[in-house]
């Protein structure tokens, strides 16, 4: 077994580096239209008349939405001296069935923003690893943490109370205003951002101005469009059920069940509850309202759920409260546009399958906060656009780590009826089983502890060709060199595609963009 493995180690670089270079063809940008531009974009003209400006001319920077993204990019940039005014929607606690799940990777990103304690009192449970099951069998991939201070680790809670926590944090701070209200337009004079438009709690129309003003408004985001080329993908939705006192086969670990058709994800979510997330492919899923979705769940679910938590899952779906949302994947296609940025999920998403989403959002916290640190000054709009170019580069060995690893995991988990896809999803299974570097590698890249595009596309591939050596041992008859070239090729039309959409330059190579190393503006004394 070990020799085979041995055999992707060599094989893995040349397949994968050959494939990558084929991709490095520059992609044509697809420009945005007018039409889609004036829908969430108001010239500043358009706004003067007849209504009521905030009042808050004084402020540097501001945040749409105060979600994770927001509140966490609120906190930072006000502890750094800027004057922060942040409009969110609704500020009651949320209730969602994702952003549950904060990997090991994105807490130390908490950790450096100073927001750690937002996970204290919220009765969050501490997650060491994974435990996957399949046909029967499982395996646990614990965090490589032996050289981290014992508190650090995955985490896990109800998203809601994470949020207001980040929301009470941020709002605390002299420097911020948090106001309750919805944004419906961004205000542009001359192609650039100057702030926006926006309708209080009250239905009062009001226009708040600033040098910088950075969209957060989550997946279902309005206003991207004018800052980005969306490309948004539905591969499936997640149906959330809540177990309650329901012991988990491994304590403190998430768990996926490589089921029939996509897989299904238990983590605690307190002290009491445990999550469960049933992936069902397509964008319709069985209706909840007349029975079907029970129906489905506990005939073709429950049968595949673990014996240890299978009478609580029937009891979840006996009691109800069943909950929908469609998972999305979007990869960052900025324009980039002075006075604006986009952030957290409005800018990038990936399947939330690997729970990389929060962890992705904070190091992009990080790497912002670092370059706006040496800047007293925001309002030479153009030249600070120009400026943070280089975080769209410099933000993309966590990012393009996580969205790659994310969609390719999603589609060797599903099940299929084609023989080289099933050999595949074995031979990852039984990859990950053999312990030592062959799992430490691949939890490494998904708890954002090594983020590290190369290693996670020389693992992809090593798995790949461990697959191909069982097919071929102890005889190569010529259907199985067949399932074999299958099987290469189906890995490299998983993996490529997802390189492509991240960008193969900023990627793999992402020294040579001349954005990489752009230095902050000279500021003149006033």
């Known amino acids: 077994m070990v020799d085979q493995s041995l055999l992707g180690w060599i094989l893995a670089p040349v397949l994968g580096l050959l494939a990558i270079y084929t991709l490095v ?41 105060a979600g994770v993204a927001g509140a966490a990019l609120a906190h930072t940039l006000a502890k750094d001296g800027r004057r922060v005014h942040m409009i969110e929607r609704d500020l009651t606690e949320p209730d969602r069935i994702v952003g549950e799940l904060l990997q090991p990777g994105g807490y130390l ?12 009192g919220i ?41 207001q926590r ?30 926006v438009q926006y309708k209080t709690k009250d239905g009062k129309e009001l226009t708040a101005y600033a040098p910088l003003t950075i969209v957060c408004d989550g997946c279902f985001s309005n206003l991207r469009r004018s800052l980005c080329n969306p490309q948004v993908d539905s591969p499936s939705c997640f149906v959330g059920l809540v177990l309650e006192n329901c012991e988990l086969p491994y304590a403190n670990h998430g768990h996926v069940i490589l089921a029939d058709p996509s897989p299904i994800l238990f983590y605690p979510i307190s002290s009491t509850e445990v999550r469960c997330l049933v992936d069902v492919p397509g964008q319709k899923v069985p209706s909840v309202a007349n029975g079907e979705m029970a129906n489905y769940l506990k005939t ?70 670092d370059l706006l640190k040496p800047l007293r000054d925001l309002n030479d709009a153009p030249t ?21 690893l994310a969609g390719a995991l999603y589609k060797v988990f599903c099940a299929s009826p084609d023989r080289a896809r099933k050999e595949m999803r074995q031979a990852c299974f039984d990859y990950l089983s053999l312990g030592g570097v062959f799992s430490m590698g691949p939890v490494s890249l998904l708890s954002g502890l090594n983020p590290r595009p190369l290693s996670l596309v020389l693992h992809f591939f090593a798995v790949a060709v461990y697959g191909v050596g069982r097919l071929l041992v102890p005889f190569p008859s010529p259907t199985r060199i067949w399932i074999g070239v299958r099987l290469i090729s189906g890995a490299s039309g998983i993996i490529f595609p997802i390189i492509k959409a991240e960008g193969v330059r900023q990627m793999f190579f992402p020294v040579t963009v001349p954005a990489y190393y752009r230095a902050p503006p000279v500021e003149r004394d006033h």
């Open 25 to 65: 063809a520059k992609k044509n940008r697809v420009g945005v239209s007018s039409e889609t531009r004036g829908e969430c974009v108001k010239s500043v003209a358009t706004t003067t008349n007849g209504e009521c400006r905030s009042g808050n001319s004084d402020i540097d920077v501001i945040i749409v939405g």
């Open 384 to 404: 600070l656009c120009k400026y943070l170019e280089s975080f769209y580069t410099l933000r993309k060995p966590v990012a393009s780590t996580i969205n790659t």
């Open 166 to 195: 980040m929301r009470e944090k941020a709002a605390n701070l002299p420097n911020v205003r948090l106001e309750q209200g919805t944004v419906t337009s961004l205000l542009e004079e001359n192609r650039t951002i100057k702030g």
């Open 123 to 163: 009765d969050a449970q501490q997650v060491f690893g994974y435990a996957l099951f399949k046909d029967g069998k499982n395996t646990r991939l614990s965090y490589p943490l032996e050289k981290f201070h014992s508190d650090v680790s995955g985490r896990s809670f109800h998203n809601g109370r994470f949020i």
């Open 300 to 369: 073709v679910v429950a049968p595949q759920v673990p014996p240890e938590i299978h009478d609580s899952f029937v009891a979840a779906v006996d009691r109800g409260n069943i909950r929908t949302m469609p998972n999305r994947s979007m990869p960052a296609a900025p324009h980039p546009t002075p006075g604006a940025l986009l952030m957290g999920d409005a800018f990038n998403m990936r399947h939330p399958l690997t729970g990389g989403g929060m962890t992705v959002a904070l190091s992009d916290i990080v790497v912002l906060r």
């Open 109 to 120: 990103k908490l950790i450096e923003l100073g927001l750690e304690d937002c996970v204290k």
